[in-house]
Each structure stands twice: as structure tokens, then as C-alpha cells.
């Protein structure tokens, strides 16, 4: 019962920082980006093919997490200019379906390019006790990483002049504008640091299982499940709801079965939207 | 595309719909039987090839569907991200019930299609009763269609699972063969159409209008937006239903995948993005294009989806309202500086 608590926790920790980058950029001004399970796809594959030719594993994990970061500001950049001068529901779907057409950009290369890929990084080293129950290597380095990456997050939100400045876009546009701030940059900001984690979470998810060229949609899925249990905008809201949604999942994949599982997992979601619409975290409106 | 619509270049789709309200009866329903007869000369050329004649089925298939995704999404703006699962839901229910429990095919047909009215409305009545807007309809709609797809997977002993159903209800009826089902599902569309234009000239149209431009307005005026909206789920799931149907028994096999997000729901917005999403010809005019399209990149594999990707991306940033109205829009934009007419600043 401990394993399968602690390996809901592992799993949810990487569902959360899937979400973190999503759900700022919602949170930032209702922008929905259905390309960013494609982002962490493609960040495994140029990892995997990078791996193929021998360089060394960190180094190919790096160039695959800056891959993602490179989509995120080219996206940012370019096709999503549009989107910006839009206002309102508008706004929400033009992106939803602009970014939408991306992830089938990126979906269709990858699987064009390496269409049986799939990247699974090995981590040695025999299983380690905690609280008595053995647990892989695998898991427990994809979950310090995670805990550091959001820890890492943390600080950048609430420490910093820019994560600040995220905020504070976040609560007023309008009034963050006065006093100095440039939601444009700000924006930039949150899409290259979404495409960053979500290149992070394709390296962790692969210490523990592979992910397949095909995961793409699952991952977004995924992530913008936990974004709005969590509460769009609210980046602890998505950890939290990220943990929550992790250890539901293997609580029921454990006591029920797979397949109802996952309609569980999207009942918790369709419910919540219609009990507490500003999801679990989120300020009421 | 409610409000984008209101406020962005495809202004054009908006004038054009206020335009056809003032036509003659005639005029309005015009386009519906030219593009009936054009469509239905297309079995004269390809009517022995099965592969086209399957192509042809296809387009009519998920012009229908984008027919029915307009009048809940173009009409009211209720993005229903579950064209494939209500879809499904007829067409599993019909399937498992004539089949398995021997009822007859049309009693089938009309359970699963009310069956599917019935979600559809469920969905509309809960988005008004809870005031969620596009986005929280869609991503509960899509969490369904997930949990749907999941659900057949799962209850392997009705469904068949992953590995399908085989369905034999519909032999020897006009639903199987090449030339007759095309001319039903054809028939299926055009009444499609027709409903479809006869709701936007109704009251129902006015209404739909009104919540369009300004819900809180028309609201104000004594207009029933939860009943419209209601209704307007019902009568598109019910449109879905019955297509979804006719396809399981034209098939005669279905899976998880024939009802799939990935496939039909995807397939819908592409084929709308292409022709225009709330306009009558749009989905005419998309899936025709979409067909031809399909089939000329067929060799592209994986790369097919990267080049839908970049149509789409192009499409939207281009023509938002479609290209059927963007053609339509350069078309009279051509007739009035012909005519010499004092050049007026374009809406668009």
C-alpha cells in the first residue's frame, strides 16, 4: 500500500511540473497551448538521437530540454503574434486551435523522422528502501529532480524581480502594465520556461518508463487535466493537484484495474469543473 | 468562434448570415441544391471504384458531422469537443442492440441517435446550469470523449474492445453496396443543410443571432438562452447520433478508433477551419477540399499530419473565417468594383 502511495507520489510530482507551464500561460492571459506534450516529445527524441550517437547522457539531455525551450520562444514568437492582439474568449480559441495545428507540426516530423523512437534513460544501482518499501533508482532520481525543479520554480515566483513581474501579470494585466511591467516579455518568459519543463519532465518520465514517440498527446492531455483541478493561472494549484491526481491514479490502478482507472482520473477532472470551476487552487472569481 | 468572430476579419461570416435572413425562400436554400446536385453526379465518374466511392463516403460522412458540430458550436457557441463520442454512442448502442439483442435496425437506429440527444443535452444543460464558457465546455466535453474511449476499450465483452465489432445488422439494406449508401448519406446531408438553414431563418436563428452578438442583451430581451442552448445540443447530438449510426451499419465494423478524438473530433475542426465554422456551405466546401486533399498527399505517411498541421496553422491565420467566406467576400468585394461602385471601407 506504501509502494503504491510513493510511486502515485513520483508520478505526480512529474504530472505537476507538467502542468506548472501550461497553466501560467493560461494564467498570463488565456492562452491554451495544445502543442505542449508535442514540446516534451520532441525534447526526448533529439535526446534519444543524441544518445544514439553516444554523447554522453546529461549533455543529450540538456540539448533535448533546450530543444523544447527553443520551440516554446519560436512559438512565442511567431505563430502565436496573432493570438496576442486578440482579446477574450477570442483569444482562448484561436490559440487553442493555432497551437493545436503546431502539435501536429512537430508530431508529424517526429514521426516521420524516427517513427519506432522511443527514449528511456537508464539509471544503475539496485533499488533503495524508503519507509520500507524498496524503490527503483529510476524513480527516485526523476523525483529529486522534479522536487528541485519546482523548488527552483518556487523561488523564481516569489524571490525574483521576473517571477514577480509573472505574478503580477497573472492578477492585473491591466495594473502591472502601470507600473512597469511588459506582459509581452513576461509572456516570452513563461513560454520558454513552460517548454523547459516540459522538456524536464520527458527526461524524468524516461527514468522510469519509455516515452514514446507517440506520447504527445497523452502528455498534453494529461497536463491540462491536472491545470484545471488545479486552477488555471495557479502554479502550487497544479503541483498540488499534479500529487493528488498521481496517487489517485495508482491507488485505483492498484485496488480497481487499468481501464476504469483512467476514467476516474477524468471523472475527478469533469467534476471538479463543475463543483469548483476556479479549480481546487485557484482564487474564486 | 463566437466572439473572434464578432471582433476579427471573418466579420464577413456575420454580414453574410444577417444577409441570407433577408432573402426569398428560394435564394436561401439556393446553395443547398446546387451543391446536392453537383454531389450527387460524383458516383457517375468514380461509382465503380471502391476506393474512391469510399473516399466519397468518408467526405460525406464528416461533412455531415461538421454540419451538426455547427449548429451546437457556429449557432451557440458551445464547443462540444465529443462529436466522435456522441457519434460513438448511437452507433456502439445501435450495433450491440441489433445485433446482439435482435432488435430491429431502425428501432436500434432511433434509441442510440435519442440516446446520444439526450447526452448532448445533458451537456448543454449542465454548461448553462454551471455558466461554464468555450473552454470549460470543451475540456469537459473532451474529458467525456476520453472517458468514452476508455470505456469501450474496457467492456470488452459488449464492445469488443481494442480488436472492434463486427456488425452484421444492415446487410442487404441500402446501407451496404457502393452507389445506394452514398445517395442515403447524401440525402442525410442535404436534410442536414436544409434543417440547418431553416433553424438559422426561425426564430431559433434570431435567437442564436442575438446570444452570438450579445448574450447578456438578448438575455435582457427575453430571450431563453438556456433553452436555446439546450435545444441546440439536443437536436446537434441527435444529428451526430443518427450519422454515427448509419456509419456502424454501413461499415459493418466499428472500433474504438471509428469514433475516436484523434479521428472524427480533429477531422471535424479541420475540415470546419477549412470551410468555415457557423456558415451553411462550410463543411460542404471543407470536406471537399479535405477529401481531395487527403488523397493527393497520401504518400507522405507520417508527414500527412505535419502538412494538416501547417493548413491549419495557415488557415486560421490567413482566413479565420474559413475559406469559403473569404472566396465568397472577394467574390462580391470583385461584383461591387465592377459595378463601379463608391469604394466603402470593408468591414473585413
Known amino acids: 500500500m506504501v509502494a503504491v502511495f510513493l510511486d502515485g507520489i513520483v508520478a505526480g510530482l512529474q504530472l505537476g511540473l507538467l502542468a506548472v507551464g501550461l497553466t501560467l500561460l493560461y494564467g498570463l492571459g488565456g492562452i491554451l497551448n495544445l502543442a ?21 547522457v546529461v549533455l543529450a539531455a540538456l540539448a533535448g530540454i533546450a530543444t523544447a525551450t527553443l520551440i516554446g520562444l519560436l512559438l512565442d514568437q511567431t505563430v502565436m503574434r496573432p493570438v496576442y492582439r486578440m482579446e477574450g474568449e477570442g483569444r482562448v480559441l484561436l490559440s487553442l486551435l493555432l497551437s493545436l495545428g503546431v502539435a501536429f507540426v512537430i508530431d508529424g516530423i517526429l514521426g516521420w523522422q524516427w517513427p519506432n523512437a522511443a ?17 527503483r533508482m529510476g524513480s527516485l532520481y526523476a523525483s529529486g529532480i522534479a522536487l528541485v525543479a519546482i523548488g527552483l ?45 516540459a522538456g524536464l519532465v520527458a527526461m524524468t518520465q524516461s527514468m522510469t518508463a519509455p516515452v514514446n514517440v507517440t506520447a504527445g498527446f497523452n502528455f498534453t492531455i494529461l497536463a491540462l487535466i491536472v491545470t484545471v483541478v488545479g486552477g488555471l493561472g495557479s502554479a502550487r494549484g497544479a503541483l498540488f493537484a499534479g500529487i493528488i491526481l498521481g496517487i489517485v491514479n495508482a491507488l485505483s490502478a492498484y485496488l480497481i484495474g487499468a481501464y476504469i482507472t483512467s476514467i476516474i482520473l477524468l471523472a475527478a477532472a469533469a467534476l471538479t469543473i463543475l463543483a469548483r470551476p476556479e479549480g481546487l487552487f485557484g482564487r474564486s472569481a | 468562434m463566437s ?18 435572413r433577408h432573402r426569398t425562400v428560394p435564394m436561401a436554400y439556393a ?36 454540419v451538426a458540430f455547427n449548429v451546437i458550436f457556429g449557432s451557440t457557441g458551445q464547443l462540444f469537443l465529443a462529436v466522435g463520442a456522441l457519434a460513438g454512442i448511437a452507433g456502439y448502442a445501435s450495433a450491440i442492440l441489433s445485433d446482439r439483442f435482435g432488435w430491429p435496425l431502425l428501432l436500434a437506429m432511433l434509441v442510440g441517435t435519442v440516446a446520444a ?31 468514452f474511449e476508455s470505456l469501450l476499450l474496457g467492456q470488452r465483452d459488449l464492445t469488443g474492445g481494442e480488436t472492434g465489432l463486427v456488425v452484421t445488422a444492415g446487410a442487404g439494406t441500402v446501407l451496404r453496396g457502393l452507389v445506394p449508401p452514398y445517395y442515403l448519406f447524401l440525402a442525410v446531408l442535404v436534410a442536414f443543410l436544409v434543417l440547418y438553414r431553416w433553424l438559422q431563418r426561425s426564430h431559433f436563428g434570431w435567437a442564436f443571432t442575438a446570444l452570438r452578438d450579445d448574450e447578456m442583451t438578448a438575455e435582457l430581451a427575453g430571450v431563453d438562452v438556456a433553452r436555446y442552448r439546450v435545444w441546440a445540443g439536443a437536436i446537434g447530438s441527435a444529428m451526430l447520433g443518427l450519422v454515427g449510426a448509419l456509419y456502424a451499419h454501413h461499415e459493418a465494423f466499428i472500433s474504438p478508433t471509428s469514433y475516436a478524438f484523434h479521428e472524427v473530433d480533429v477531422r471535424t475542426l479541420v475540415v470546419l477551419a477549412f470551410g468555415g465554422i457557423g456558415t451553411l456551405m462550410g463543411p460542404v466546401i471543407g470536406s471537399v477540399g479535405f477529401t481531395i486533399i487527403d488523397e493527393l498527399i497520401r504518400d507522405y505517411g507520417q508527414l500527412r499530419l505535419t502538412i494538416y498541421g501547417v493548413i491549419l496553422i495557415a488557415l486560421f491565420l490567413g482566413f479565420r473565417g474559413g475559406v469559403g467566406p473569404a472566396v465568397v467576400g472577394a467574390w462580391h468585394r470583385l461584383s461591387r468594383s465592377a459595378r463601379a461602385a463608391p469604394a466603402e471601407p470593408d468591414a473585413g
Open chain 1, 36 to 56: 505542449h506534450g508535442a514540446m516534451a516529445v520532441a525534447a526526448a527524441m533529439i535526446t534519444a538521437a543524441l544518445m544514439n550517437a553516444s554523447v554522453p
Open chain 1, 119 to 135: 527514449l528511456s534513460i537508464r539509471i544503475g544501482g539496485g533499488a533503495v528502501p524508503l519507509f520500507g518499501v524498496p524503490m
Open chain 1, 153 to 197: 520554480v518556487n523561488v523564481f515566483l516569489r524571490r525574483t524581480r521576473q517571477g514577480r513581474a509573472v505574478r503580477s501579470v497573472i492578477q492585473d494585466e491591466q495594473g502591472a502594465r502601470l507600473i512597469g511591467v511588459n506582459p509581452a516579455m513576461v509572456r516570452t518568459l513563461i513560454f520558454a520556461l513552460g517548454g523547459a519543463l
Open chain 2, 3 to 20: 466572439t473572434a468572430t464578432a471582433q476579427t476579419g471573418a466579420s464577413s461570416v456575420v454580414v453574410g448570415d444577417a444577409s441570407t
Open chain 2, 31 to 66: 446553395p443547398i441544391a446546387v451543391a446536392a446536385l453537383l454531389l450527387a453526379l460524383v458516383p457517375v465518374f468514380i461509382g465503380d471504384s471502391r476506393t474512391y466511392m469510399g473516399l466519397a463516403m468518408g467526405g460525406l460522412t464528416i461533412a455531415a458531422y461538421a
Open chain 2, 117 to 147: 440527444a439526450i447526452v448532448g443535452g445533458l451537456f448543454s444543460w449542465v454548461s448553462v446550469r454551471r455558466s461554464l464558457d468555450v473552454i470549460f465546455t470543451g475540456i469537459v466535453t473532451l474529458t467525456f470523449s476520453l472517458g
